[in-house]
T-cell receptor, first 109, second 113 residues
Framework: LAKTTQPISMDSYEGQEVNITCSHNNIATNDYITWYQQFPSQGPRFIIQGYKTKVTNEVASLFIPADRKSSTLSLPRVSLSDTAVYYCLVGEGYQKVTFGTGTKLQVIP | DTAVSQTPKYLVTQMGNDKSIKCEQNLGHDTMYWYKQDSKKFLKIMFSYNNKELIINETVPNRFSPKSPDKAHLNLHINSLELGDSAVYFC????????????FGPGTRLLVL
C-alpha cells in the first residue's frame, strides 16, 4: 500500500497559483493518483485523478513525473472559497485507504 | 437532488446505547462505503459494499454492523457505544470498485457522552 506524504498546511494570497506536492515513493504499477478536497463540516469531494503525465480539468491540473513517485496538484488563481483540506490518495482501489491529514490550504485576502 | 444523503446529521448519545446511521444514494452506483473521521481528521475506510455484498471490513469492532437492504442504501448500526466512537461518519458511493470516483455524503457527527 503506497504511503503518501503531503505538507500539513499552506497559505496563499487570493489570485495566486497554488501547487501542492504529494510524495508516494512506493507507488505500484496499477496505482492511480487521486486528489480530494474537503471543506469544514462536509464530506470530501473529488477534484482530479491521473495515472501519468498531466491531467487538467475545469478545477485543477495534476502533474505526474515519469517515475510517478510524486504528484503536484495545481490550483490556478485561488479564491477564498478554495480554503479547504486537500488529500492525495494513491492506490488501485479503496481497500485499506487512509486519507491521512491532507494539506490545509488557507487562502488569504 | 442530494446524491448521497445521511441521517441524522448530528447524534448525541450515552455510552452503552445502540444507534443507527442511514445512508442513501440516488446515483445508481454499485458500491457504497462507510468512513470514520476522527478528531485528528484522519479519514479511514470501515466498510465497502458492492451490490449489497460486503467487500471490505477493516479492523472494525464487531459492535459496528453495516446493513445493505438494497443497492441504494447502506446503513450503519452501532451497538454498545463507547466514548472512542465519537467521530464524524461519512457514507460514500462509487460506480464500481477500484479507482472510481467516490461521492461522499455530508457526514454524521456522533458524540458519545
Amino acid at each position: 500500500l503506497a504511503k503518501t506524504t503531503q505538507p500539513i498546511s499552506m497559505d496563499s494570497y487570493e489570485g495566486q497559483e497554488v501547487n501542492i506536492t504529494c510524495s508516494h515513493n512506493n507507488i505500484a504499477t496499477n496505482d492511480y493518483i487521486t486528489w480530494y478536497q474537503q471543506f469544514p463540516s462536509q464530506g470530501p469531494r473529488f477534484i482530479i485523478q491521473g495515472y501519468k503525465t498531466k491531467v487538467t480539468n475545469e478545477v485543477a491540473s495534476l502533474f505526474i513525473p515519469a517515475d510517478r513517485k510524486s504528484s503536484t496538484l495545481s490550483l490556478p488563481r485561488v479564491s477564498l472559497s478554495d480554503t479547504a483540506v486537500y488529500y492525495c490518495l494513491v492506490g488501485e482501489g479503496y481497500q485499506k485507504v487512509t486519507f491521512g491529514t491532507g494539506t490545509k490550504l488557507q487562502v488569504i485576502p | 437532488d442530494t446524491a448521497v444523503s445521511q441521517t441524522p446529521k448530528y447524534l448525541v448519545t450515552q455510552m452503552g446505547n445502540d444507534k443507527s446511521i442511514k445512508c442513501e444514494q440516488n446515483l445508481g452506483h454499485d458500491t457504497m462505503y462507510w468512513y470514520k473521521q476522527d478528531s485528528k481528521k484522519f479519514l479511514k475506510i470501515m466498510f465497502s459494499y458492492n451490490n449489497k455484498e460486503l467487500i471490505i471490513n477493516e479492523t472494525v469492532p464487531n459492535r459496528f454492523s453495516p446493513k445493505s437492504p438494497d443497492k441504494a442504501h447502506l446503513n450503519l448500526h452501532i451497538n454498545s457505544l463507547e466514548l472512542g466512537d465519537s467521530a464524524v461518519y461519512f457514507c460514500a458511493s462509487s460506480q464500481a470498485q477500484g479507482h472510481e470516483t467516490q461521492y461522499f455524503g455530508p457526514g454524521t457527527r456522533l458524540l458519545v457522552l
